[in-house]
Structure formats: structure tokens, C-alpha cells
């Protein structure tokens, strides 16, 4: 049997609390934070708001965010959206009358809300611990005196450099010709945050820089109003959850894609089945089901305002078992996300994940405050229960997961990779629950994705006898990536950033 490849990182492991996300500058400052008394909630609003610095063509300030929540002392688990919807003017019938069959994948109708300032400020507000202007100053100056370009970084500017070539208002933010590792600076956007740290999310939702966004936007041809920014607003939940071989798996609701990883775990533990973890078959019995939890999917789930979305019907194995293969549209793993995950001496988790969609988003950056916008509502459709409307949000590939065992908390997880996101959630725990894997193992171990046409295969399988479509790519490849935090038999804290990424796991 093939054995788990490894990469070169190592874990951290720490008895009081820790970071993990994809840049080492951005888990340094919420380690500060914990180490200066703040909780896990005042330190993922510092890595957020940092990773949206150093990472700004994953998760920039123009980004969506999500967040599961877990409060150590009522042993609750919270869901924030702050996902942001389709602007007022933004429709199918603008579309037709701009000769558009489609949300343009770039530009300036390409954008939703942003709602990353938004659902920062409302986790403070309920959960936080320290002021909201200490928790941004260290980022302002982070912005101001630099930090080393990641490769992700790099790779991304230099993806992008020919659409950009006369956009000033990116080229004169960004630093553009940089290798990785060089240190760069972004002052544009440390004097937005100043803005932030005294007046808070207000500065963007209802102050100068959001009227500069607008007037930006709406100059080349967008229709974001000031309105579409001032009636916003982060929606509280309840995750969505299902028990696994006896853990309780926990995702987030529509209108994110989160139930299909419930879905497809659902199947896996009906089917019974736990084929060799690098063989022919794990790969067969999880196609299929992919196949049916894709299909159901993209039939049912959409923004729960506009739609209605059967939760309970769509985690129903009778109605699982009913469903036939599906075929669709391909999906694409071509988004690009950031997540990370805070844990803190009481106990508390956060497991964030927030996103521009494509490097850099729409490619829309206001020139006097630096602010890129996300590119999330390109990824509507014309029909069914995504469709384009008005103030709606997409269906959403963003995703979080936490594990609870026996009432406690065991895992956070969370990984970039778009549309395979739940695929790769299901990869990472049923390595750990079904093949025994430690946390480190299962975000190492070789992987698998299935885009409705092909397989990508990370080299390590033993794939004779396979005959669908599949493509065989180097180890580590270009699958996501990921961090997770578990809490260990003697209760320390371990915490893995992947390494197929850029990032570190740090703790106190």
C-alpha cells in the first residue's frame, strides 16, 4: 500500500493557543494578540485583516467572509455569513440590454457587496475581548513598514500583469515586479486602515471610502451603489451538521456549498466501504458519490432568501439513495481563497475563510484607497436556483469545518479550492476518522479531485485498472491549501499549516 508523501513543515504544538493561516507575517500577529490576553476572536480579526495585506489576491478587503465559531464555555458552535449579495443594478435584464449572456468573469459588474469588514466588526462586537482600534494598529503598521511577498503573491501578480496594464488604481497599489520573498509595502491600504480603526467598518460602508468605491465603480461602467453598501449586514446562523462515525462533523448552511460535504459523508458511511486510502478503489467509490451530491447540489441550493433549500431533504439517505449519477456543468478549482483558524487559551476556536474568488478578484481597484474588489458574482447563473437576481448572493464554494467528539471539540479545518472544497473536506477527515491519520497525515497525504471531467491525481495511487478520465500530477500539487488545528489527548493545541501553500502555524 502507498504510504502518506510529506512535505517539509512542521507542526506547532502549544499548550495555550495558536495561529495557523497562509502567511507566517499574518499568524504572527494573532499569536501577538493572544499573547497580549486577547481571545480567539480578537486574534482572527488581526489575521484576517493582515492576510488581507499580505495576501491580498486571495482575501483583499474587498472579500467575503465566513466564520464557525466555538465559545469553550457553552460548548456552542456560531455561523457568521458575511457574504455579500448582488448590487440593486445588477440583473439579467441589465445583462441582455449590455449584449451579456453572463456575469462578465472580470470588471466592473462582476463584483458583489464586500463583506469582510462587516463580518469582522459583528465577531467583535459579540465575542471580542480587546479594542477594535489595538487589533488593527498592528496591521497598519505591517502595511506601512512591509513584509516578504509569498510566492502566491508573486505568482499572482505576474498572472495578471497584462490585464492590469493600464489599470492604475491596482498597479499603484500592488508592488508589481518583486520576486518571491523580497519585501514589499503597501501604503495605500495602511491609510485605509487607519480609516478603519477609528471609525470601523462605517469608514467603508457608510463613509469616504466606500463613496469612492461607488464613484469608481460606477465610472467604468458598474452599478454598486452607496445604498447596496450602506443596507448591508452579516447574518448570524446555525451550522448545518451530521454525525460520522461518532463525530459530529460541522459545515456551513446555503447559500455556501457546505452541505455537500455533509452529503457525500452521509453516502460514504451508508455505502460502508473504506477501501485501501491510496488505492483504485477509494477513488471509484467516492466518484460516485461526488456524482450524486454534485447533481443534488446544483439542483437545490442557492440563497435561502430567494429559494427555498431543503436541508433536511438533501441529508435524507433515502432521498440520497434515490438520486442517480449526475453530470452538470464542470466544476473549477481556478478560485482563490485564504483560510486560517485561531485557538486560544480558554479553548475557544475560529475557523475563518474569506475570498476575493479569482486572483484579485474583479481586478477593480479604487486608486485612492487600494481596495480591490471581489469578482464573486460572476459566478451566478442565468437559471435555477442560482440565478442572478438583485440583492441575492450566489451560491457560495466558500466552506469552513469543525469536528466534535463525546460533546468536545477535536478539529478545525478549512482549505482554498473552490468548487472542490468539499471534496477535499471530505479527504481530510475521513483520513483522520476512517485511516487513522494524524492531523498533519491527513493534509499531507496524496490527494484526488473530480471536476465532473477529469481526474487530477497527486502521484502515489496505485491506479491500475482505473478507467475514468484522470490526469496524474506531481506531489505536492496545486490542490488546495489547507491548515487545520486539533486538540490532542493531553488537551495541547496542534496546529499545521499545508505544505503546498505559503503559510506557518505559530503558537505562544
Excluded: C
Excluded at 458575511?82 to 448590487?87: C, R, T
Excluded at 451508508?270 to 477501501?275: I, N, Q, S, T, Y
Excluded at 461526488?290 to 442557492?302: F, K, L, N, P, Q
Excluded at 435555477?384 to 469552513?400: D, I, V
Amino acid at each position: 500500500m502507498s504510504q502518506v508523501r510529506h512535505g517539509t513543515k512542521p507542526p506547532v504544538i502549544t499548550e495555550i493557543g495558536g495561529v495557523a493561516s497562509e502567511h507566517a507575517a499574518a499568524s504572527k500577529l494573532g499569536v501577538d494578540v493572544l499573547s497580549m490576553g486577547g481571545n480567539a476572536i480578537d486574534a482572527a480579526v488581526t489575521t484576517s485583516l493582515a492576510l488581507a495585506v499580505t495576501q491580498p489576491h486571495l482575501g483583499g478587503l474587498g472579500s467575503d467572509f465566513f466564520a464557525l465559531i466555538y465559545i469553550a464555555r457553552e460548548g456552542r458552535v456560531y455561523f457568521i455569513n458575511s457574504s455579500g449579495y448582488a448590487p440593486r443594478g445588477l440583473s439579467r435584464e441589465l445583462l441582455a440590454q449590455r449584449g451579456l449572456s453572463s456575469v462578465p468573469q472580470k470588471g466592473p459588474l462582476s463584483m458583489v457587496v464586500p463583506g469582510l469588514l462587516a463580518g469582522l466588526y459583528a465577531i467583535w462586537r459579540r465575542f471580542g475581548s480587546s479594542e477594535w482600534h489595538s487589533l488593527v494598529k498592528p496591521v497598519i503598521e505591517l502595511a506601512r513598514r512591509g513584509f516578504p511577498a509569498g510566492p502566491s503573491y508573486v505568482n499572482a501578480v505576474n498572472s495578471v500583469r497584462n490585464e492590469v496594464a493600464g489599470n492604475e488604481g491596482f498597479r499603484g497599489t500592488y508592488p508589481m515586479d518583486v520576486r518571491p520573498w523580497d519585501i514589499i509595502k503597501m501604503p495605500r491600504l495602511a491609510k485605509t486602515l487607519e480609516l478603519i480603526a477609528e471609525h470601523g467598518p462605517d469608514a467603508l460602508y457608510r463613509g469616504e471610502i466606500g463613496e469612492a468605491i461607488v464613484n469608481h465603480v460606477q465610472s467604468i461602467g458598474g452599478v454598486l451603489s452607496m445604498d447596496d453598501l450602506r443596507e448591508f449586514e452579516p447574518e448570524w446562523g446555525e451550522p448545518i451538521s451530521i454525525e460520522y462515525s461518532g463525530y459530529m462533523v460541522y459545515e456551513m448552511p446555503p447559500n455556501t456549498q457546505g452541505i455537500t460535504t455533509l452529503m457525500i459523508l452521509r453516502m460514504l458511511e451508508d455505502l460502508g466501504k473504506r477501501p485501501s486510502p491510496f488505492s483504485r478503489e477509494r477513488i471509484e467509490t467516492y466518484l460516485g458519490i461526488y456524482r450524486v451530491a454534485y447533481s443534488v447540489r446544483d439542483e437545490y441550493v442557492g440563497d435561502p432568501r430567494f429559494v427555498e433549500v431543503p436541508i433536511s431533504k438533501m441529508l435524507d439517505l433515502g432521498f440520497l439513495r434515490s438520486r442517480g449519477y449526475g453530470a452538470g456543468a464542470p466544476l473549477s478549482g481556478t478560485g482563490d481563497t485564504t483560510y486560517f483558524t485561531v485557538v486560544d487559551r480558554e479553548g475557544n476556536v475560529v475557523s475563518a475563510i474569506q475570498s476575493l474568488y479569482h486572483h484579485f478578484g474583479s481586478l477593480v481597484t479604487e486608486p485612492t484607497y487600494g481596495i480591490t474588489l471581489n469578482n464573486r458574482a460572476s459566478d451566478f447563473s442565468m437559471e435555477g436556483p442560482n440565478a442572478l437576481m438583485p440583492r441575492k448572493r450566489p451560491l457560495h464554494t466558500l466552506s469552513t469545518v469543525l469536528v466534535m467528539k463525546d460533546g468536545e471539540l477535536k478539529y478545525s479545518l478549512g482549505t482554498s479550492g473552490a468548487h472542490f472544497r468539499p471534496q477535499l473536506h471530505t479527504l481530510f477527515i475521513t483520513n483522520i476518522v476512517d485511516y487513522g491519520m494524524n492531523p498533519v497525515e491527513a493534509i499531507e497525504a496524496q490527494r484526488f479531485l473530480w471536476d465532473r471531467r477529469n481526474l487530477i491525481i497527486e502521484e502515489g495511487y496505485d491506479l491500475s485498472g482505473l478507467r475514468e478520465p484522470h490526469q496524474v500530477i506531481g506531489y505536492p500539487g496545486r490542490t488546495g491549501v489547507a491548515s487545520i488545528m486539533a486538540v490532542l489527548e493531553d488537551k495541547r493545541k496542534l496546529l499545521y499549516s499545508d505544505v503546498r501553500g505559503d503559510g506557518a502555524a505559530l503558537g505562544i
